[in-house]
């Protein structure tokens, strides 16, 4: 018997020991995307300054301020969608489930300008679940604005009547 119980004390030590290295391993790797990902942030708001800099990202800032977005508006977009995935990466929503109404993200994303500007963020954004996301906000929206939906928002960002 004593056996039996020193053995199953291994064996539980065994699994926990794996169980700690495996959590910390997956907290080192959230610490190190959570920090490159908040330089990038920083990086990104420094189109504002360096607007050619956007040609890098396959944008011209001709294109942009043909869509009535200036480089520092674009700039100031794309620093809070990389902040936001920073956030959603780390609470792990199901990205198949769009943004509630009212919520922040839904109501940056509602905001004309910001679908103006989505072509181009979309270029900047890696795939992610959040921006999966992202995009089901955006395909609700113009799901409910095709169906005159009351969720649906016009396109002077307000609701329809």
Known sequence: MAVYISLTALLVSVVTLCWTVW???????????????????QIELKLAEIPRALEFHGIGVDELK???????????????????????????????????SGSYRHTMLSSPMTRAAWPFLRKCLSASPYLEKLEATLSRMQDDCARGSANAVTRAGTPEA
């Open 23 to 41: 959590c910390n391993l997956k907290q080192q790797q959230s610490l190190a995307v959570t920090s490159c990902l908040g330089s990038i942030a």
């Open 66 to 100: 043909a869509a009535g977005i200036s480089p520092e508006e674009f700039a100031y977009l794309l620093a809070s969608f990389t902040a936001g995935g920073l956030y959603y990466r780390l609470k792990r929503e199901d990205p198949v489930v769009p943004f509630p």
